[in-house]
């Protein structure tokens, strides 16, 4: 997989905005751009994917750089159930193949 | 809605057994995936099937195992279990369209704790 590069750790007061950048510098034309995030001990959780548009659904935002070398994520009311460590990933194409969780953010989210 | 479901959610090993870890996917699911992650770790993907054949490997030990079957569950078989093998077991499902080329989004079980004594 391609290399991603996120800061290690973020706060974000609840009910606030919470922008996660991604930096993805060599992110091939036909690579989609993946956000899980992991709550402590539970399974990853899918959150949202995109190629070149932004992109949102009912739990984020993600905003893709024009030259899409960099993402950001964007949970815009926080909450307190949303502290986990955020992954994003660049899967290979082709379907069936593994995920590659490098180093995410673990995002506090202060009371 | 339905998700992934993994039995048993914790297991209690020693040395040298073995273990059987069994994963149910979201229905009409096609692939399954196996993942381990260590205390402190981020999650190792260890392998992949699609329509109950090997589709991607990663860092998966000899020891290990894994199929999936006609009903599309999968196990993950664990031999000569070692201390080091105590660690989250997730299992992830999809459903993969492979001619498209395409990877879709994956949907993870609650885990497995294996602990090995």
């Known amino acids: 997989d391609a290399k991603t590069t996120q800061p290690p750790s973020m706060d974000c007061a609840e009910g606030r905005a919470a922008n996660l950048p991604c930096n993805h510098s060599?992110?091939?034309?036909?690579?989609?751009v993946y956000w899980y995030r992991q709550i402590h001990s539970q399974g990853p959780q899918y959150i949202i994917h995109?190629?070149?548009n932004n992109e949102t659904n009912e739990m984020a935002s993600l905003i893709i750089t024009e030259d899409r070398k960099s993402s950001t994520l964007i949970l815009p009311h926080a909450t307190l159930r949303d502290t986990a460590v955020y992954y994003c990933?660049?899967?290979?194409?082709?379907?069936?193949?593994?995920?590659?969780f490098g180093k995410g953010t673990h995002l506090i989210i202060q009371p | 809605a339905a998700g992934v479901i993994q039995s048993p959610r914790h297991l209690i090993k020693e040395k040298r057994e073995t273990a059987t870890l069994k994963c149910y996917p979201i229905?009409?699911?096609?692939?399954v995936y196996w993942y381990q992650q260590g205390p402190g770790q981020d999650p190792q993907f260890l392998i992949s099937?699609?329509?109950?054949?090997?589709?991607d490997k990663g860092s998966i030990p000899d020891r290990f195992s894994a199929q999936q079957f006609s009903d599309y569950h999968s196990e993950l078989n664990m031999s000569s279990l070692e201390l080091g093998d105590s660690a989250l077991y997730f299992c992830?499902?999809?459903?993969?369209?492979?001619?498209?080329?395409?990877?879709?989004?994956?949907?993870f079980g609650p885990g497995t704790r294996l602990t090995v004594t």
């Open positions: 992830a499902s999809s459903l993969t369209s492979i001619a498209a080329g395409e990877t879709y989004e994956q949907y």
């Open positions: 060599t992110i091939s034309g036909n690579e989609y």
């Open positions: 995109g190629l070149k």
């Open positions: 990933l660049l899967p290979p194409g082709g379907g069936a193949d593994g995920l590659t």
């Open positions: 229905p009409r699911h096609d692939t």
């Open positions: 099937f699609y329509e109950k054949m090997q589709s």
